[in-house]
């Protein structure tokens, strides 16, 4: 009789067994499904949420920016996955989950699980997404001439920084076709150096333009780092006619004649830092600026055509909350020739030229 029941236990045993690893198996099946489901929409809807920004930002135009927060999942491909060209792609565990743009989409995104915080920004002509770690300001710089049968220049800078957490090796390459107008660095040591995380590096650039210059002129600063960052800083320089109003003391003959127009141009513009002309019937050269760090002060120095800083300066003049400021000097009988004018703050240096000539 015992040994009946210990067979009925014995049986009652193995079936609850079989039961239980059918139960085990069909809900580890499950699991596995959920999970494999829950990778899938995680990889799918950060692909969707990068593109929908990409195009929002896109359209809105250069400068527009979105943070999207995003979630990488398990089983992500990096050697699969990326941004290139005109598509966005995650592949994870051996599925891609792509978004074709109808622009050029750059930049990287992480790869390893976790949430995070992605920068989608507008630049000229694409759409930069994640936070690179090599920034260039500004993006593009615009120099202006003026004819005047004589060779001139100007200079202008670009502000190199790392804002990533490791060490990146910096090379540039300078692409400016040779002619009446030339584009050089400064120092030649510029073409490659190294930056340090929250590290920067001011390139000062030199132009200038021959007697027989005229129209307009471009070329690229294009910089790459050890990291895989690249960026390309657009640079036009153009060369335009003078046009001068005759009042009655241009009817003298030089130096006793002075300047009815006076050009002096803008300093590190927020977005272009492109010049901006100021005409004017009066003896004021208008001395202005926008795009600065707003800070108390700025540097301004104004030099004569021997080098010499002229009465007054260099003096402090104040920035605004906006980071511009403005100045003005009474020209009135200064000598004729080239002025020089040097804004500058802890960070960096703006130089350029205007002249005082006689009406012709």
């Known amino acids: 009789m015992r040994g009946q029941t210990a067979v009925e236990w014995v049986v009652m045993l193995a079936a609850s067994l079989i039961v239980l690893f059918i139960i085990i198996s069909i809900s580890s099946q499950y699991l596995s499904e959920l999970t494999q489901s829950k990778i899938n929409t995680e990889a799918r809807n950060t692909v969707e949420d990068l593109a929908y920004a990409a195009k929002q930002v896109y359209y809105q135009g250069e400068g527009s920016r979105m943070q999207v927060l995003i979630t990488i999942p398990e089983g992500v491909n990096a050697s699969k996955s990326g941004i290139s060209n005109r598509a966005i792609n995650l592949n994870v565990l051996g599925t891609d989950f792509p978004a074709i743009m109808d622009f ?4 990287r995104i ?3 699980p976790g949430g995070y915080t992605v920068w989608v920004t507008a630049k000229k002509g694409y759409v930069l997404i994640g936070t690179t770690s090599l920034n260039a300001n500004p ?4 120099v202006h001439f003026f004819s005047q049968n004589q060779s001139q220049s100007s200079q202008s800078d670009v502000f190199f920084s790392n804002d990533g957490d490791s060490n990146i090796d910096v090379n540039l390459t300078l692409n400016f076709p ?3 107008v030339s584009v050089s660095l400064t120092n030649p040591s510029d073409t490659g150096f190294a930056l340090t995380p929250s590290g920067s590096r001011d390139v000062l650039l030199n132009f200038s333009a021959t007697a027989n210059a005229y129209g307009s002129y471009s ?4 910089a790459n780092a050890s990291n895989g960052d690249e960026l390309t800083v657009d640079i036009i320089v153009d060369v335009t006619s003078q046009v001068c109003t005759t009042t009655t003391q241009c009817q ?3 130096p006793s004649c002075t300047a ?4 002096i141009g803008t300093y590190n513009d927020s977005n272009y830092n492109y010049q901006k002309e100021v005409f004017g019937p009066s003896q004021y050269v208008t001395i202005s600026g926008s795009g600065w760090t707003p800070s108390p002060q700025i540097t301004l120095d104004l030099r004569n055509p021997g080098g010499s800083s002229v009465s007054g300066y260099p ?14 000097w009474n020209s009135v009988g200064a000598p004729l020739g080239v002025y020089t004018v040097i804004a500058n703050d802890s960070i960096r240096q703006r130089n350029s030229t205007f002249s005082i000539t006689t009406c012709t």
């Open 104 to 107: 050029d989409v750059r930049g």
């Open 315 to 328: 003096k402090l003049v104040a920035v605004s909350s906006q980071g511009a400021f403005s100045d003005q």
């Open 178 to 180: 040779s002619g009446n």
């Open 252 to 254: 003298q003959p030089p």
């Open 219 to 222: 070329g690229t600063l294009y």
């Open 110 to 112: 992480p790869t390893k």
């Open 139 to 142: 993006n593009s710089i615009y």
């Open 260 to 263: 009815s127009y006076l050009v």
